[in-house]
């Protein structure tokens, strides 16, 4: 099946650009679960997340399971109506093209903030790396105390804006020196060279499910909203 009730662009347009592995992830508690032992994937529950998700209409395939390692396709269009999701017991998750971004609209921030309300008892965390020349990111991370913090921009360029109080965030998650020395963070680099997404992979924990391959959502695939195709046509094709 191959939506075009908004596309202006055909089906089997290459796209510009690529996205790297990107997520955002709602940890209910209890937070200190290892990720291995979390349930199998729901694939009933996970379409129900993905119709939640601003900016998806409806689900119009279900295409089968997918390991958490497997980038969403961005070779042509269609692939751009692609998103994979997750249930793991209380744990939802969702990737999706719409949340690539080049410093202009901030989308994984704001389906953050709709999950924040939604979800006020959730660990809220997101990472998402968009290739097109440069490399642009966007890290998000919000804890049900209030701390919170949003980083974006070009890795090793400036400007680089981070939002919120990530020592707020260290604090609150209780992270020593040490932890974060191990994981390759140091708060006194310029904003561009922190290494935004191992804090967020701090702040899963032992309950981050994206390192493990045997880890699997389900690929689905939506039909986008109107202004979500918009704002990809602007993004993927020149």
């Not at 997918?66 to 042509?76: D, E, K």
């Not at 790396?129 to 991370?141: C, D, N, Q, S």
């Not at 260290?170 to 974060?180: K, Q």
């Not at 699997?216 to 046509?233: G, K, N, P, Y």
């Amino acid at each position: 099946m191959t939506d075009t009730k908004y596309w202006t662009s055909a089906p089997d347009r290459t796209v510009r650009g690529s996205m790297g592995l990107c997520h955002l992830t709602v940890a209910q508690p209890p937070l200190d679960v290892d990720a291995r032992s979390l349930p199998p994937n729901d694939p009933g529950q996970a379409r129900l997340f993905v119709e939640s998700i601003d900016g998806i209409e409806e689900v119009l395939e279900d295409l089968g399971p997918r390991s958490v390692q497997t980038p969403l396709p961005s070779s042509v269009r269609s692939d751009l109506d692609i998103v994979h999701a997750a249930a793991w017991g209380g744990m939802r998750a969702v990737s999706t093209p719409v949340f690539a971004d080049d410093g202009n609209g901030n989308p994984l921030l704001g389906e953050a903030e709709r999950m924040r309300k939604r979800f006020p008892a959730a660990r809220i965390v997101g990472h998402v790396t968009y290739y097109g020349g440069m490399e642009h990111t966007e890290t998000v991370v919000m804890l049900p105390d209030g701390a919170m913090f949003h980083a974006s921009g070009w890795p090793d360029d400036e400007p680089f804006v981070v939002l919120g109080d990530p020592y707020a965030v260290i604090a609150s998650l209780g992270l020593s020196s040490w932890m974060l020395t191990a994981a390759d963070i140091d708060m006194d680099q310029p904003l561009h060279e922190v290494e935004w997404a191992s804090l967020a992979g701090l702040a899963l924990g032992h309950s981050d499910p994206w390192g493990w391959e045997e880890m699997q959502t389900t690929a689905f695939r939506v039909q986008h909203s109107d202004l979500s195709v918009c704002s990809m046509e602007g993004l993927y094709f020149v």
